[in-house]
């Protein structure tokens, strides 16, 4: 089980950061990820990482701005995301994927709920 929390209101420029607390299963040997889907578009793949946390994958737009970290010792998997723009609105979804791909790819075997993330400007 994923269960994300960290959404909110804040305004452009501003930061938050995303939790996702996993439970029920060897988490920490998974690869993790970030989704998001904005209004209108379709979900995609804003960041992810190797079960080590030795590897990451940030999607163009929010490289140097958003930092995805795990902490495998509290089964934690986080986005800190700075200088957030509206263009960053959506609802977040952390998952879980096996690992032994690459991490680009948007196969995941678990899901979160989301959490909602507004950025006004």
């Known amino acids: 089980q994923l ?11 501003g930061s938050l950061r995303l939790s996702c607390a996993a439970s029920g299963r060897a988490f920490s040997t998974y690869r993790m990820g970030w989704f998001r889907q904005g209004p209108g578009k379709e979900r995609e793949l804003v960041a992810a990482i190797a079960w080590t946390g030795g590897s990451t994958y940030y999607t163009d737009s929010v490289k140097g701005r958003f930092t995805i970290s795990r902490d495998n010792a509290k089964n934690t998997l986080y986005l800190q995301m700075n200088s957030l723009k509206p263009e960053d609105t959506g609802v ?3 998952a879980a994927g096996k690992p032994g791909v690459s991490l680009t790819t948007t196969r995941y075997d678990y899901w979160g709920q989301g959490t909602l993330v507004t950025v006004s400007s």
């Open 3 to 13: 269960q994300a929390s960290g959404g909110g209101l804040v305004q452009a420029g």
């Open 92 to 94: 977040y979804y952390c």
